[in-house]
């Protein structure tokens, strides 16, 4: 059973712009705190952004700021707005939604961004 399902990835230019969207079938998705991690080429996998259950975005200098996450609680989205991208952002990206309510946890499977001219 498929609860979380992004697309948006794909083949981008240094500098180009990319939107990540994370679908899900969550039941009660509005108590999930949902985040977007990479996994880079011969990396561990890391936690990009994350937006609590309340629409709160974490604060972080990661990135230099250049990725934002939002949600859409009604149509149960979340989607990563990804500007200036660079080529070390090349990498499987992952939706993941934590909810302590239900004590569940859940990772898409995935969907690849390549950063190269």
């Known amino acids: 059973q498929v609860q979380l399902v992004e697309s948006g990835g794909g083949l981008v230019q240094p500098g180009g712009s990319l939107t990540l969207s994370c679908t899900s079938s969550?039941?009660?998705?509005?108590?999930?705190?949902m985040a977007w991690y990479r996994q880079r080429p011969g990396k561990e996998r890391e936690l990009v952004r994350r937006?609590?259950?309340?629409?709160?975005?974490d604060y972080t200098d990661f990135l230099e700021g250049r990725f934002t996450i939002s949600r859409e609680d009604g149509k149960k989205l979340v989607t990563l707005q990804m500007n200036n991208l660079k080529p070390e952002d090349t990498a499987v990206y992952y939706c993941?939604?934590?909810?302590?309510?239900?004590?569940?946890?859940?990772w898409g499977q995935g969907t690849q961004v390549t950063v190269s001219s």
């Open positions: 937006i609590t259950a309340s629409g709160t975005p």
């Open positions: 969550l039941s009660g998705f509005s108590r999930y705190v």
């Open positions: 993941h939604a934590d909810s302590r309510y239900y004590r569940q946890t859940y």
